[in-house]
């Protein structure tokens, strides 16, 4: 029965020319600004409240704009990958190289420090 009716009202609609079947709309892919866990943004947060002097409004404040700037120009996984070539870049000998040397490290800690110095820039007021 539900499958009369809607072929009644197809035909219906052709007969009388009063379709509208709404044309395909291309739709662009949306990048996730919002990857990053809540408990990596509030280590974060927390580590640069920290740094910057202890637990203010102003540098909560400041330090939370500063893990949004850098969301938004890394994925988490750049970030998490970043994170860890730069803590462990030290480790001495070769066994530091594997962290040191290759390209992909260099490329991420750079990308990491220059979205943080600019985060740096747009979120602290001096």
């Not at 919002?34 to 404040?61: K, M, W």
């Not at 979205?115 to 747009?122: F, N, R, V």
Request: include cysteine; charge should be neutral.
């Amino acid at each position: 029965m539900k499958n009369t009716a809607i072929l009644s009202l197809t035909l219906i609609s052709l007969i009388t020319g009063c379709t509208t079947v709404p044309e395909p709309v291309a739709v662009e892919p949306v990048a996730q600004i919002n990857d990053f866990p809540t408990r990596d943004r509030v280590e974060y947060v927390l580590n640069c409240v920290a740094q910057h002097g202890g637990l203010t409004y102003i540098s909560q404040y400041a330090c939370g704009c500063k893990i949004d700037k850098i969301a938004e120009k890394m994925t988490f996984t750049e970030y998490e990958a970043a994170k860890t070539f730069s803590y462990l870049k030290s480790t001495p000998g070769e066994s530091g190289g594997v962290f040191r040397d290759p390209a992909q490290s260099k490329d991420l800690r750079s990308r990491l420090k220059a979205a943080e110095d600019d985060a740096e820039k747009s979120c602290f007021v001096k």
